[in-house]
């Protein structure tokens, strides 16, 4: 039997590491971006390769709670993050969304973030299926660099 590498899972899978207080208050350490309201960082328990998600500064439980400019900061940041994973990855679709409340599924319902999840043609197979295992093909921290370095050659422009 072939067995997938996935040792950042671990976490997830085990329930043992589970955060207190808000995650995108006090962790930063896969930061791709910031901007004045809003900070883009990778998810570390991603859907699929290049699975962002953007977060505004302020720790507000829902968009009606971020003034005018908190909100433009935020979609901006959401504009570029799609923007920096299409030249990186070449994606050939995206879902974007917004979990509000626990029972939408937020993960952190107490700070509400957009995740943005690049999508391919035929990028769903079996393993999800018959495994329960989503193959992630690219290490965080490849990754990570790669929106790194993008980032700051879009900024010298």
């Not at 808000?22 to 809003?38: D, G, N, P, T, W």
């Not at 299409?86 to 957009?114: D, E, R, W, Y």
Request: with cysteine; aromatic share 10%; glycine share 6%.
């Amino acid at each position: 039997m072939d067995k997938l590498w996935a040792p950042w899972r671990i976490k997830y899978v085990s329930k043992t590491n589970r955060h207190k207080g808000c995650i995108f208050c006090q962790e930063r350490k896969f930061l791709v971006f910031a901007k004045k309201y809003s900070f883009c960082m990778l998810n570390i328990y991603p859907y699929n390769n290049g699975h962002l998600m953007i977060v505004p500064k302020k720790h507000v439980s829902d968009l009606s709670l971020l003034n005018d400019k908190e909100l433009l900061d935020l979609i901006k940041s959401l504009n570029l993050a799609k923007k920096l994973l299409t030249k990186i990855l070449k994606p050939q679709g995206f879902n974007i969304g917004i979990n509000l409340g626990q029972v939408a599924g937020a993960g952190f319902p107490g700070h509400v973030h957009i995740h943005i999840v690049p999508r391919w043609n035929a990028d769903t197979n079996f393993m999800p299926v018959l495994a329960q295992t989503k193959v992630i093909s690219q290490s965080l921290k490849e990754l990570l660099a790669k929106l790194k370095k993008e980032y700051a050659q879009s900024n010298k422009n």
